[in-house]
């Protein structure tokens, strides 16, 4: 009973909640609709599209028609996405196979992907600084990344690096000797890849990746929903948005990314905010090896049929970094656009009965 009453529960919080989007998730500076309009759409999206409107502000939705408004599909964290999602798609007892990154380390070599080195698990209730030194000593030339477990959105990762004798840790800004680092809970020891020239071109010191959603559809094909490339700003060792990071739409079809990049207060870019580097036509390099690698793993784990893969560019080719099991459809849409917008996904999409408005199932029949 509780089961059923879940979600209308979740509907009624997130009611509650549209005050706070309305004054907190509304950039401001950014939108030029007035208050008592922008009031208007967010109650349009909750009531007739059907869910929280939190990527009003992320899509720039005050610039669009509203006819427009129906091809974004919105996040997969409110209830009425969640549950369509969850039923068929991404069933919840797989979650925890790619959530735990000890777990999804394991999983990603069972099905044979080129992954980063790995150099086992360090607890804090072990003898982690010693651990991280003689990783560091075996592998000269090497840094390695400490992630949590448990972590999400780049919180908690820490640098390791050897500089001359010494060993270095480097945590958000914060650097320190690696006697003085503190383990703070269970974490992987990875290699940092060696990524490609031509991507170290926007930023050097972080691992660029990029974000490509795929999906296996009721045939058990995998295709392609969204991608975004991701950028690190300034001296960041990595490039996600809680750090400073920068993202931009990828034309999925040929791998060159789009004119606007954003960073997570939605604030826009066409070049880099540090090395000037234009974004609009840039190709990606290995691009169908980076499609390749994609739609392989989403075949190989056809038990879970969404996954949000971060790809790294080598020189020597792609390079998984991580497996999503939730990724951000609003992150997906503000940087490469509604996926609706593309009628095959919005046809799988119907298929998996995952529409949630009468205006998206309209769409079909156009």
């Known amino acids: 009973m509780l089961s059923e009453s879940y979600p209308t529960i979740r509907n009624i919080l997130r009611f509650l909640a549209l005050p706070y989007c309305y004054l907190k998730l509304v950039n401001w500076n950014e939108c030029s609709a007035s208050k008592y309009q922008v009031f208007k759409d967010l109650l349009y999206i909750f009531f007739r599209l059907r869910y929280f409107p939190d990527n009003y502000s992320p899509c720039r939705l005050w610039e669009k028609e509203r006819t427009l408004w129906h091809f974004y599909y919105g996040s997969s964290y409110h209830p009425y996405q ?31 992907v080129k992954l980063p080195a790995y150099y086992g698990v ?15 000593n075996a592998n000269p030339g090497k840094k390695v990344i400490i992630k949590p477990v448990k972590g999400s959105a780049g919180k908690g990762i820490a640098l390791a690096y050897k500089n001359k004798n010494e060993i270095r840790v480097k945590i958000g800004k914060t650097e320190v000797d690696v006697s003085q680092f503190r383990l703070m809970e269970r974490s992987i020891l990875q290699e940092v890849v060696l990524q490609d020239k031509i991507v170290a071109k926007f930023s050097s010191s972080s691992v660029n990746t990029i974000r490509v959603v795929t999906l296996l ?16 700003v300034g001296k960041a060792y990595v490039d996600n948005w809680s750090a400073g990071g920068v993202a931009v739409g990828v034309d999925y079809k040929n791998g060159s990314l789009k004119n606007i990049a954003y960073n997570k207060k939605g604030n826009q870019y066409t070049v880099h905010p540090v090395s000037n580097v234009i974004f609009n036509g840039f190709q990606i390099p290995k691009w169908s090896e980076v499609v390749e690698m994609a739609l392989d793993v989403q075949e190989k784990c056809s038990f879970f049929r969404m ?11 792609p390079v998984l970094i991580e497996i999503n099991p939730n990724p951000d459809l609003i992150f997906q849409e503000q940087t ?31």
């Open 122 to 136: 360090v607890t804090p209730e072990m003898d982690y600084r010693t651990k991280i030194i003689d990783t560091l």
């Open 82 to 112: 969640r549950a369509k999602l969850r039923k068929e798609v991404q069933p919840f007892e797989y979650i925890s196979l790619f959530d735990d990154k000890e777990v999804c380390e394991l999983v990603s070599r069972g099905i044979g």
């Open 217 to 232: 559809n009721k045939a058990g094909q995998a295709i392609l929903v969204s991608a975004s490339m991701r950028f690190g």
């Open 307 to 317: 996954l949000g893969l971060d790809i790294a560019v080598t020189c020597d080719g």
């Open 336 to 366: 490469g656009g509604p996926l609706l917008e593309d009628r095959q996904i919005l046809m799988e999409f119907d298929r998996y009965d995952l529409l949630i408005n009468k205006y998206q199932r309209n769409l079909l029949r156009k």
